[in-house]
């Protein structure tokens, strides 16, 4: 498959990152499926896979992407988590409340 490089006017979002899809409509309700990204390349240019026979946006075009639901879930899974908290100040800091939503991984 052949790679698209598009570079932005403006900083990209920071929650895009490899193996997202992007997308593209032209102010219609057509949303067209344009790649997966591969690698982002600055903060305002990203590298993508693309089909052959795909129809490039035009600069009037707005992109957006979605993420795998795989890879991103919104909960730890399963029976044991270790977290370390350091603090690198030189002045005293106060932890008030450390919170956690675990859910089960096989039960």
Not at 23 to 39: A, F, H, L, P
Not at 64 to 69: E, R, Y
């Amino acid at each position: 498959m052949p790679s698209l490089t598009l570079t932005f006017a403006n900083k990209i979002n920071d929650s895009l990152q490899v193996g997202d899809t992007l997308y593209y409509t032209n102010n219609s309700t057509d949303v067209i499926e344009m790649g997966v990204v591969t690698s982002p390349l600055s903060t305002t240019q990203i590298q993508l896979t693309v089909a052959a026979t795909l129809v490039l946006p035009t600069t009037n075009s707005f992109i957006l992407f979605s993420k795998d639901n795989k890879a991103n879930l919104s909960s730890l899974v399963g029976y044991y988590a270790e977290v370390e908290f350091t603090n690198d100040s030189t002045s005293a800091a106060e932890l008030f409340t450390v919170s956690a939503e675990i859910v089960e991984s096989s039960k």
